[in-house]
Structure formats: structure tokens, C-alpha cells
């Protein structure tokens, strides 16, 4: 088993029409407003930026994302992403009822010095930290869209 490979799943029903959440997701620049894990966003071009994430551990991660897919029509997100990790990950936003679920999917190598040294003593605590940066990002993306349909 390569300790430092990982494969992540999020899923995050949304009471919001996929149309709306998918034009949220989008704008990666617009991130740090809603979700208080990724620290930074900088756009290099318009399919490039490099983003620093920190979740409860106290380290960053940094990474170039390079968009690789993109499909309103489908609802589909997809970057590769380089840097201390390197790998893939996307978003699908699919209608659900009155809502929406948007499903995160990344499968990634860690090749951040620091990760890669603790990798299996810290493999439980590494996809826990993953766990709770995603519970926050649901939270904050439900109270952004709050904020969004108040303004209309």
C-alpha cells in the first residue's frame, strides 16, 4: 500500500438549484469568502491558480490547479492539481428534489516533505483533517448561499 496515496469522497445535499451552487463552485477566487480552510486563492491565468489550504493541523498545503473540465451542462468541475499534492479533483452537481447534490471526488499523492514523513502514523489523523474541512466547507457554502438568496 503507498501511504501517501489517497482516495477522498464528499457528498453535500444543498437546498439550492444546481445552477446556482455550480456557478458558486466556479469561481475557486471566491473560496476564501465562504470557506474559512482554503486561506488563498491566486489566479494565474484563466484556467490556473495556485491555492493554500489549512485545515485543523497546523500546516498549509499549496497547489497549482489547472482546470481540465468544465461542463455547466453536466454539472461537472475538474482540475489536475500539482504541488504538495498532485492529483486530480472534481466536483458533480446533480438536481435532487427542490435542491442539489454536489459530490466531491479527488484522488491525490502527498508530496509535501512534512506529510510524506508522518505518512503512516498520521494517515488516520491526515484523512480526519480532510473529514473536517469538508464538514466546514458544506457550512459555509450552505450559509453563503443564504447570504445569496437574501440578496436577490
Same mark, same amino acid.
Do not use: K, M, T, Y
Given at each position: 500500500m503507498d501511504w501517501t496515496h489517497y482516495r477522498f469522497r464528499s457528498l453535500w445535499p444543498l437546498p439550492a438549484p444546481p445552477a446556482t451552487v455550480y456557478g458558486v463552485l466556479e469561481r475557486p477566487e471566491e473560496y476564501p469568502r465562504w470557506w474559512r480552510q482554503?486561506?488563498?486563492v491566486e489566479r494565474r491565468d484563466d484556467t490556473t491558480g495556485v491555492i493554500r489550504i489549512r485545515s485543523l493541523l497546523p500546516y498549509d498545503v499549496t497547489f497549482t490547479a489547472r482546470e481540465v473540465r468544465? =461542463?455547466?451542462?453536466a454539472g461537472v468541475l475538474e482540475v489536475a492539481m500539482s504541488g504538495d499534492i498532485e492529483g486530480w479533483a472534481r466536483w458533480t452537481v446533480t438536481p @435532487?428534489?427542490?435542491g442539489c447534490l454536489a459530490r466531491y =471526488?479527488?484522488? @491525490? =499523492?502527498v508530496r509535501k516533505p512534512l506529510l510524506r514523513r508522518f505518512a503512516v502514523p498520521g494517515r488516520p489523523v491526515?484523512?480526519?483533517?480532510?473529514?473536517?474541512m469538508m464538514r466546514a466547507g458544506r457550512r459555509g457554502l450552505l450559509a453563503y448561499l443564504g447570504r445569496l438568496s437574501e440578496a436577490v
Open positions: 482554503v486561506r488563498e468544465r =461542463d455547466p451542462g @435532487v428534489g427542490a =471526488d479527488q484522488v @491525490v =499523492d491526515f484523512r480526519v483533517n480532510h473529514w473536517l
